[in-house]
């Protein structure tokens, strides 16, 4: 499957889950900021991702979650360089590198964007060979 | 029992698939504020009251729920996170009885997303066959899983008393 198909079928179900009109939805688009997306939707959209490529999701693999609890990782409302270092590692479809310019806790939203999601899909599929 | 949108649970297959039955009653007082627009076909015969569609809704959230509970064996909070569909196709009126089927689509840590057929048996006309009425998809969240940072109370309030009766009454085993 190439990244062009993925991205197609990562935007219907977005466009379904998210009840918005695929024109909206850009590669940049943001979950939350741009589609409006609230925090059960990204349980809607693990389960939308599963049905429709057929692979399972494990808790947490797609969406960080607890982060905020992690004092490690965590420091006066900021995500510390070696939470976001973490958390590069544990989530590579993420790109952090605007985030760590201002990486307050309150903006990891921002992170969450359509181009996510399908390097997500794009490497299950190739782990899945 | 105040609030339980189902009366009977009558088959029921772990994990899977639940079907559950609801009889509508002139006697439940809400009925009495909603009706169909008017319709001059009826003529000079008063309008029947409707069950209205949320509580369509309920009745399949409560058959559902009892599905997706009963797999983690009402250890997880189960709450009714979104109607990923809800298509009403018919008027449901007193004097027919509901019959609610709701098979499990996903089920992981986090939650659940169920598919709902909604039938009713029309008893006034004496059809046997149920007609398809509604069909509800629902996901559930398990709050503790999903609410990171928002502490709920440690009991299970969402499975109450009620639905250990319902259960029990329906010979299903409920122990919590």
């Given at each position: 499957m190439t990244r062009d198909e993925i991205y197609s079928k990562v935007r219907e179900i977005l466009a379904d889950t998210l009840s918005v009109d695929e024109e909206e939805i850009q590669p940049t688009s943001t979950l939350k900021g741009d589609l409006g997306a609230e925090?059960?939707?990204?349980?809607?959209?693990s389960f939308q991702l599963e049905k429709g490529f057929g692979f399972k999701i494990g808790q947490h693999e797609l969406f960080p979650q607890g982060v905020a609890q992690d004092p490690k990782y965590v420091k006066d409302g900021k995500i510390t360089p070696e939470g976001i270092d973490a958390l590069t590692e544990r989530l590579p479809h993420f790109d952090f590198s605007k985030f760590r310019q201002d990486p307050q806790l309150s903006k990891i939203h921002e992170i969450f964007t359509v181009n996510s999601i399908v390097n997500f899909v794009q490497a299950k599929i190739a782990a899945k060979g | 029992m105040r609030w339980?949108?189902?009366d009977r649970v009558t088959e029921f297959e772990p994990r899977t698939r639940i079907v559950t039955i609801k009889c509508v009653s002139l006697a439940e007082e809400h009925l009495h504020d909603h009706f169909a627009a008017d319709d001059p076909a009826l003529g000079d015969r008063p309008a029947t009251p409707l069950m209205p569609g949320s509580l369509m809704i309920e009745g399949m959230a409560q058959s559902a729920g009892v599905l997706v509970g009963h797999a983690e064996q009402f250890r997880q909070k189960v709450v009714l996170a979104k109607i990923n569909r809800a298509e009403?196709?018919?008027d449901v009126t007193p004097g027919m009885t509901l019959r609610y089927t709701a098979v499990v689509d996903r089920l992981d840590a986090m939650g659940a997303s169920t598919l709902g057929t909604v039938e009713a048996f029309n008893h006034a006309t004496g059809e046997t066959s149920p007609a398809k009425v509604a069909e509800i998809d629902l996901m559930f969240s398990f709050i503790d899983q999903n609410m990171s940072?928002?502490?709920?109370?440690?009991?299970?309030?969402?499975?109450?008393e009620s639905f250990k009766t319902l259960l029990r009454m329906s010979g299903i085993e409920a122990d919590f």
């Open positions: 925090s059960i939707d990204y349980l809607d959209i | 339980m949108w189902i009403i196709f018919a940072g928002m502490d709920f109370p440690a009991h299970n309030f969402v499975f109450s």
